[in-house]
Antibody, heavy 113, light 112 residues
Framework: QVQLVESGGGVVQPGRSLRLSCAAS????????MHWVRQSPGKGPEWVAV????????YYGDSVKGRFTISRDNSKNTLYLQMNSLRPDDTALYYC??????WGQGTLVTVSS | DIVMTQTPLSVSVTPGQPASMSCKSS???????????LYWFLQKAGQSPQLLIY???SRVSGVPDRFSGSGSGTDFTLKISRVEAEDVGVYYC?????????FGQGTKVEMK
């Protein structure tokens, strides 16, 4: 069955960087558009970024554009989110999602001094 | 960005009774190819959102048929014909017509 397992979250100071990973299994990863979506405590989901199946095209939400980079390694069935210049309002549970149909359990990022 | 507005923000339902919620978009979600990119998710406590309905009215495999989606253009509805205890949680609509995908504020369903 489809599995998405996020990792790499943690507590980080403002201005620092973090890289999230999402290990995918149970489907043909290299044929699938992948997303990152985040959810701040007590709030609704907020879409972060999307990457095409071949990695050639990426799109970002305005709140992360220029700071975050989405990428993928189809040989490793893994999705990444490089997060730079982190801010307290980036604090959230970060989910990877297969198209919109299946989401992982998320990895928590806390940005605090 | 397309703004998604859900009403009501919360609803309390007696088990076995129906429930309904609305989602309105700030512009039409009908694509020129004829598809309408409106999705419904349920987020149960402590879990990630799970997709229930895609393209307005298509149920995801395994979703009970007591869930139904309807609507067109900018106005959409999710109905639960007979609410069960396992249906409690927050329901979100989401548009996938334009980037960025945007979510409504959510409708919280509780049991009486």
């Amino acid at each position: 069955q489809v599995q998405l397992v996020e990792s790499g979250g943690g507590v980080v100071q403002p201005g620092r960087s973090l890289r999230l990973s999402c290990a995918a299994s149970g489907f043909t990863f290299s044929n699938t558009i992948m997303h990152w979506v985040r959810q701040s405590p007590g709030k609704g989901p907020e879409w972060v970024a999307v990457i095409s199946s071949d990695g050639a095209r990426e799109y970002y939400g305005d709140s992360v554009k220029g700071r975050f980079t989405i990428s993928r390694d189809n040989s490793k069935n893994t999705l990444y989110l490089q997060m730079n210049s982190l801010r307290p309002d980036d604090t959230a549970l970060y989910y990877c999602a297969k198209s919109y149909h299946t989401w992982g359990q998320g990895t928590l990022v806390t940005v605090s001094s | 960005d397309i703004v998604m507005t859900q009403t009501p923000l919360s609803v309390s339902v007696t088990p076995g009774q129906p429930a309904s919620m609305s989602c309105k978009s700030s512009q039409s979600l009908l694509q020129s190819g004829g598809k309408t990119f409106l999705y419904w998710f349920l987020q149960k406590a402590g879990q990630s959102p799970q997709l229930l309905i895609y393209e307005v009215s298509s149920r995801v495999s395994g979703v009970p048929d007591r869930f139904s989606g309807s609507g067109s253009g900018t106005d959409f509805t999710l109905k639960i014909s007979r609410v069960e205890a396992e249906d409690v949680g927050v329901y979100y609509c989401m548009q996938g017509m334009n980037l960025p995908p945007t979510f409504g504020q959510g409708t919280k369903v509780e049991m009486k």
